[in-house]
Structures are given as C-alpha cells and as structure tokens.
C-alpha cells in the first residue's frame, strides 16, 4: 500500500517562509512525478507543482511560479516544497500526491494522481 506523509505546515506571516516535505512508502517507489496541490476552504483542490523523478522536470501553478519551488531526492523518495514571499491567499492545506505513469508533460490535473497524503495546513496571516 501506497503512503505519502506531509510535514511541515504551519502559521507564518505574509511575506515569510515554510518548507513543507513529503516522503513517501510502499508502491510509490515507482511514482513517475510527485507534485503538491492545495486546497482552501470552499474551493476545489488546485495544482501547486510537480517534478518528474527521472530528469527533475518541473511545472508550477502561474499563482505560485516565481515564489515555491519544488525539489525531490529520489533516494529518500521525498519531495519537498519550498514557499517564500508567503501571501495570505496561500492559505490552504496542502497535499502531497504521485503518479504512477510517466508522460512528456506535467500533470495538473487532480485525476492524474493515484496516491494523495493527508495534507498538511499552511495559514499565512496578513
């Protein structure tokens, strides 16, 4: 069975930092992209960023771009998120998630992940 655990949320002020961290278990081992999505309250889950396992490539949300930047060490089989420049409408729990098929693009789409973590909550305060 399949496990993602996140760590690394928690309260900051606008304009701070967090770095959230995502490792992974069990079928995983051949997810072929890790990546983050959020979701704040009363709103669908949205695409944050994902990296391919094999080469690093990287696709991020146009809302975070500039600002996160994602990271993996394939042999902790961790994925990592780093948020700087926080704003408040960054609040949201943010979930870890792996997909198992390789493609020559970056999924964005919540569909194309088969393995989700719990989520952790990010709160940036204003």
């Known amino acids: 069975q399949a496990q993602l655990v996140e760590s690394g949320g928690g309260l900051v002020q606008a304009g701070g930092s967090l770095r959230l961290s995502c490792a992974a278990s069990?079928?995983?081992?051949?997810?072929?992209?890790m990546g983050w999505f959020r979701q704040a309250p009363g709103k669908e889950r949205e695409f944050v960023a994902s990296i391919r396992k094999s080469d690093g490539n990287v696709g991020y949300a146009d809302s975070v771009k500039g600002r996160f930047t994602i990271s993996r060490d394939n042999a902790k089989n961790t994925v990592a998120l780093q948020m700087n420049s926080l704003k408040p409408e960054d609040t949201a729990v943010y979930y870890c998630?792996?997909?198992?098929?390789?493609?020559?693009?970056?999924?964005?789409?919540?569909?194309?992940?088969?393995?989700w973590g719990q989520g952790t909550q990010v709160t940036v305060s204003s």
């Open positions: 998630a792996a997909r198992g098929s390789d493609s020559d693009y970056i999924p964005r789409f919540r569909y194309m992940y088969a393995y």
């Open positions: 069990g079928r995983t081992f051949s997810s072929y992209f």
